[in-house]
């Protein structure tokens, strides 16, 4: 089974400080994702990787930056958080170039303070 | 980018079909649709992916009419395990670009 990791299942944060999250992944997936969940809003894209140093901005990717070093992992970092940042943020990574199906972490629940 | 709208909930008692239709009316020739499945405190799981017509896997059933601006998720005899967030996803990948846009999801709640 593929298996997405997440560093922490909870984060608190205060407003200000600078913010890593972590995902990694097991099968050697190309692509990967970083999406912010809000109720009523769905889930909506932040950035996303094709390979290895790519990365390339989604819907929302204001007051956020990724990176990625290595293939199976791809960090989301918030320069300086704020309350409006507070969310569940999930990651994803799919094998396909379409990201048909793409298989996700159980998510972070990021508290800005 | 293509818009998604979706019920925000529905009910269904134990056994019953249950369809959920996701309305995309400005979806683009490339685009492809898929629905995923949320259990509380997990991440979104993949179900069943199509472009046009009918799709049928072991769990589930795509309906996508030919002008392709909605699409049905269709799950048969529903059982309380059922009870989840759906979500239909329409988007397509390109020149190192990828246009994906999730609807708000569907609650659907199962009742004994």
């Known amino acids: 089974d593929v298996k997405v990791t997440q560093s922490s299942r909870y984060l608190v944060k205060r407003t200000g400080e600078k913010v890593f999250l972590e995902c990694v992944q097991d099968?050697?997936?190309?692509?990967m994702f970083w999406y912010r969940q809000d109720p009523g809003l769905g889930l909506r894209l932040i950035y996303f990787s094709y390979d290895v140093k790519m990365k390339e901005k989604g819907d929302i990717p204001e007051g956020y930056s990724v990176s990625r070093e290595k293939k199976e992992r791809f960090s989301l970092i918030l320069e300086s958080a704020s309350t409006n940042q507070t969310s569940m943020y999930l990651c994803a990574s799919s094998s396909d170039r379409e990201a048909v199906e793409q298989y996700f972490g159980p998510g972070t629940r990021l508290t800005v303070t | 980018l293509a818009k998604t709208t979706q019920p925000i909930s529905m009910d269904s008692y134990e056994g019953q079909e249950v369809n959920i239709t996701c309305s995309h009316n400005?979806?683009?020739?490339?685009?492809?649709i898929t629905w995923y499945q949320q259990f509380p405190s997990q991440g979104p799981r993949f179900i069943i992916q199509?472009?046009?017509t009918k799709v049928t896997n072991e769990v589930a059933s795509l309906f996508i009419p030919a002008d392709r601006k909605s699409s049905t998720l269709s799950l048969p005899r529903v059982s309380l395990s059922d009870t989840a967030v759906y979500y239909c996803l329409v988007g397509h990948s390109g020149a190192g670009s990828y246009q994906l846009t999730f609807g708000k999801g569907t609650k659907l709640s199962v009742i004994p």
């Open positions: 099968m050697d997936h190309e692509n």
């Open positions: 400005n979806i683009a020739t490339n685009d492809y």
């Open positions: 199509g472009y046009k």
